[in-house]
């Protein structure tokens, strides 16, 4: 079965069911979508409200019942502006878009005919399972100049049982939200005041700076060193970069002392001013310069979406300067990185594209051709499986994406690896070859995790909030039983601060019981029960988040095994007891 033949076919079955229902309806636009379709449509005088759906599947149901067929027929404009005379969106697309065909298509089922390309499928009965899901506002051509229309969402899967699945993803996300999560649990907010831009709080920024750090661990552990360069830098630079003209409607603008400055959109020409202050030999090459840079793009507010999609963000951002004979082997090992640096978070499932040279792009065909062929031959000498997104590659060179897949089943783009020739040769950038000669390096500009930001909102929603114990803002919560405990409980705090854990005290006068639910709502992975028991034993009681109960333990046991867990970066919470970090 064609599954797009079959939604779009289920959009032609619910403008019939509307029509029957609401015969002066007027029809827009009806293509499929990801996971249904929808239709544009208007209600002369009237409008179609949600209590309404259920009514129209209803008669969808029916028609899909009949087994009525789908039938194609070539007609002239002018038949088809006589056929619509009474569908005026219709006679506006045979005036519009259409105005040049002499002939067009149409295709009915049961009572209901529409113009229409295709293709269909052979019979209403095909159609799997539909559900009308929402309505939202839209406007003819998507011009709010225009008219305005109603489109009508539906899903639509081949069995029943796939559009269960699809819905209970979708209230997953919903429960997973990092902009509900995050303000749950009190990482980090948004304010008018800087739109777009995050505010981290105490917590959150614990867990970014946690983030940071293994970033630059592995930074190290594979051979690179980290720089920092300035965020505002002179606009020359950024016509220089070539960013100016390929980028300037994303940046920031600013001036001073009568010269025009830039807030960094990449951190690429910063890099670059550094490699230049040394004249390199081909020995000290490559060269893997790192920087967490914060970069700011303008995007319109509509578009903003939490720490997803925010107006500035911290890329784990990273340039290599090599010798084009060195850059396929830099490209094997940043790609071997990849893949165990995202399996440390459970992000098993990476998909891997080649992205090649898009329309507005510099450099000569040439240089284009060996970038790419040097990107697919280290793919290749890897035997990672990839495939190829036509024209999707950066401005000034071919890349590499690496795509991960959250425990939902959603695709993120994580990280990139792109080989760049031309901001060499812009920069007159050079090395001094073995037999003394000058040459020009190779640039790659490389990320494994991205903007950490957005990073940060896929692993909130990835572990709903409840991190593993190495990254978890707070790893353990005291809770005395009663205010007679204070004291020991103090006394334990202390002791596991100094052993570097992150820890806290609830010495609130809430019961119990609601001290715990607390520590279970902020996904605090450990809780340390202290009653009158442990004091006398001078021992501790634990209750995982999980729910589970390891009860009197010696306070180091406790702290090995925290220990034990965050150097392996474990999800568990406890050595062969508990199941995952991610209830
Ligand atoms: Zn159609
Ligand atoms: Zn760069």
């Given at each position: ?217 592995e930074n190290?552990r594979r051979g690179g060193q ?45 890099s670059?001013?550094?490699y230049?202050?040394?004249?390199h030999?081909f020995r000290d090459l490559p060269l893997r310069l790192m ?26 951002d990273g340039h290599i300067y090599c010798t084009p004979e060195q850059m396929e082997g830099e490209i094997v090992s940043f790609v071997e990185s990849i893949f165990s640096i ?12 080649l ?15 060996m970038a790419t062929d040097s990107l697919k031959n280290a793919l290749e000498k890897n035997?990672t ?12 060179g071919p890349k590499i994406?690496f ?12 990280g990139t690896i792109q080989v760049d020739f031309?901001m060499p040769?812009?920069?007159?950038l050079?090395y ?7 040459k020009r390096p190779v640039m790659l500009h490389r990320a494994v ?135």
């Amino acid at each position: 079965m064609d599954i797009h033949a079959m939604r779009h076919s289920a959009a032609h079955i619910m403008a019939e069911a509307i029509k029957k229902l609401y015969p002066e309806a007027q029809f827009a636009f009806g293509p499929e979508t990801e996971n249904g379709f929808y239709y544009d449509v208007k209600i002369p005088d009237g409008a179609i409200r949600e209590e309404d759906l259920p009514k129209i599947q209803k008669t969808m149901r029916e028609i899909i019942k009949g087994k009525h067929e789908f039938t194609k027929k070539e007609i002239s404009r002018e038949d088809a502006l006589e056929l619509f005379k009474d569908q005026k969106f219709k006679v506006m697309a045979l005036e519009g878009l259409l105005k040049d065909e002499k002939t067009v298509s149409i295709y009915t089922q049961n009572s209901f005919t529409d113009l229409c390309r295709g293709p269909h499928i052979e019979n209403t009965g095909h159609v799997g399972a539909v559900e009308l899901s929402r309505i939202a506002g839209s406007y003819w051509l998507g011009d709010s100049q225009n008219e305005p229309l109603q489109r009508i969402y539906g899903l639509c899967f081949e069995t029943r049982e796939e559009l269960k699945e699809y819905k209970r993803l979708l209230e997953e996300a919903r429960r997973r939200d990092h902009r509900v999560l995050g303000k749950k649990l009190d990482l980090f907010s948004f304010h008018d005041e800087g739109a777009g831009f995050v505010f981290w709080h105490p917590r959150g920024l614990s867990l970014y700076n946690l983030l940071v750090d293994f970033i630059r661990e592995e930074n190290i552990r594979r051979g690179g060193q980290e720089i920092k360069t300035p965020m505002v830098l002179s606009v020359d630079l950024w016509h220089k970069s070539g960013h100016y003209e390929n980028f300037r409607d994303s940046m920031y603008f600013t001036s001073a002392e009568e010269r025009e400055f830039a807030v960094r959109p990449m951190n690429c020409p910063g890099s670059i001013l550094v490699y230049k202050e040394h004249l390199h030999s081909f020995r000290d090459l490559p060269l893997r310069l790192m920087e967490m840079g914060h970069v700011h793009r303008f995007e319109l507010s509509g578009v903003l979406h939490g720490l997803f999609r925010a107006r500035a963000f911290t890329q784990d951002d990273g340039h290599i300067y090599c010798t084009p004979e060195q850059m396929e082997g830099e490209i094997v090992s940043f790609v071997e990185s990849i893949f165990s640096i995202y399996s440390v978070f459970g992000f098993n499932d990476v998909e891997v594209f080649l992205a090649t040279r898009p329309k507005d792009s510099m450099g000569s065909d040439e240089v284009w051709e060996m970038a790419t062929d040097s990107l697919k031959n280290a793919l290749e000498k890897n035997g990672t499986g990839y495939k190829i997104k036509e024209g999707e590659g950066a401005f000034y060179g071919p890349k590499i994406e690496f795509n991960i897949k959250d425990c939902i089943k959603r695709n993120w783009q994580l990280g990139t690896i792109q080989v760049d020739f031309s901001m060499p040769e812009r920069f007159g950038l050079e090395y001094i070859a073995s037999e003394g000669e000058r040459k020009r390096p190779v640039m790659l500009h490389r990320a494994v995790l991205g903007s950490l930001e957005r990073f940060i909102g896929i692993f909130i929603e990835h572990v709903a909030g409840a991190f593993p114990p190495w990254l978890a803002p707070v790893q353990a919560v005291i809770i005395p039983v009663t205010d007679n405990q204070n004291g020991y409980s103090e006394l334990i705090a202390e002791k596991l601060k100094a052993e570097g854990l992150r820890v806290e005290t609830d010495f609130s006068s809430e019961r119990l019981n609601k001290k715990i639910r607390q520590a279970q709502l902020l996904k605090i992975p450990y809780m340390i029960i202290i009653g009158a028991k442990e004091e006398e034993a001078g021992n501790v009681s634990i209750r995982l988040r999980t729910g589970e109960n390891i009860n009197g333990i010696p306070r180091e046991e406790f702290v090995a095994v925290v220990k034990a867990q965050t150097i392996s970066k474990s999800h568990d919470l406890w050595p062969e007891k508990s199941g995952s970090g991610s209830e």
